[in-house]
């Protein structure tokens, strides 16, 4: 397997200032999954970081965690569970609430999606002040699952969202 370079890899990502409100820079990683050597990179890498895990299932988070976490699971050889925004899901869900900086937002789970014992490592492009995956996590411990992992394309230490979660083993291929 060829080695990553995470700085490599960050050269990828492109910042927008001012989005989604002014004073924040958003990190795009649409510019470094359109190229293909690098999305692979990623994706390789985290998957090696969880190969002596037996991973059940992975779950990742709407929108851009599916994009990560579907080609997991399948290195993984786990099953794929998303976790979607309130109202996405047709069958019977269980949901969590967490906190924005405008508000809070919504997340569920099919009942069935996750069982006692399951092993999870649960997945979203970036970690930023750990509520999403903070809600995610608590969808996971309501069916018994449990969490082995967190894994994330980016991690924004500034933001501090790794001591909101740190109970959980956290791997991120690039941090800045």
Do not use: C, W
């Amino acid at each position: 397997m060829q080695q990553t370079s995470s700085a490599d890899l960050a050269e990828k990502i492109r910042d927008i200032p001012d989005f989604p409100k002014p004073g924040v820079v958003f990190k795009d990683i649409t510019t470094l999954l359109k190229e293909p050597d690098a999305f692979k990179r990623a994706i390789d890498d985290l998957a090696q970081r969880f190969q002596a895990d037996h991973i059940d299932k992975v779950v990742a988070a709407e929108s851009r965690g599916f994009i990560l976490g579907a080609p997991l699971a399948y290195l993984l050889g786990a099953g794929f569970v998303p976790a979607r925004k309130l109202g996405k899901l047709p069958g019977k869900t269980v949901h969590a609430q967490y906190t924005l900086e405008y508000g809070t937002n919504d997340v569920e789970m099919h009942t069935d999606a996750v069982t006692a014992g399951d092993r999870v490592l649960v997945v979203d492009d970036l970690l930023a002040t750990g509520g999403t995956v903070g809600a995610t996590i608590e969808l996971v411990e309501q069916l018994d699952g449990e969490v082995v992992a967190l894994a994330f394309l980016v991690e924004l230490e500034f933001l501090q969202g790794r001591d909101r979660l740190k109970n959980h083993r956290i791997e991120a291929v690039i941090t800045y």
